[in-house]
């Protein structure tokens, strides 16, 4: 059984950084995407990054493009989310989850999710 855990939340200023960890076990991830998505209170989950399998590939929610960038390291089993340029509105729980396909930008595509970790950004 995977298991998939986030790491690197906190509170954070505006225009500061954050580097978000999500650490894989229990199986190989490698030939899957890996996503990562957010909810802020009273609002529905949605789509922030993902990365293909090999990492050739990444796509980006136009909310966090040019600031947020994802990346992961196969050798580590983890995914990386780097979070520059944060803005009140990214204030969010933020989690990562795989998906069994070259990449996906859909909720319902991934099967496997982390608990989640608590960004909070500050005005």
């Known amino acids: 059984q995977g298991q998939l855990v986030e790491s690197g939340g906190g509170l954070v200023q505006a225009g500061g950084s954050l580097r978000l960890s999500c650490a894989a076990s229990g199986q190989t991830f490698s030939r899957n995407a890996m996503g990562w998505f957010r909810q802020a209170p009273g609002k529905e989950r949605e789509f922030v990054a993902t990365?293909?399998?090999?990492?050739?590939?990444?796509y980006y929610a136009d909310s966090v493009k040019g600031r947020f960038t994802i990346s992961r390291d196969n050798a580590k089993n983890t995914v990386y989310l780097q979070m520059n340029s944060l803005k009140p509105e990214d204030t969010a729980v933020y989690y990562c989850a795989t998906a069994p396909l070259i990449w996906s930008t859909r909720i319902r595509d991934y099967d496997y999710w982390g608990q989640g970790t608590q960004v909070t950004v500050s005005s």
């Open positions: 990365v293909s399998g090999i990492g050739d590939t990444t």
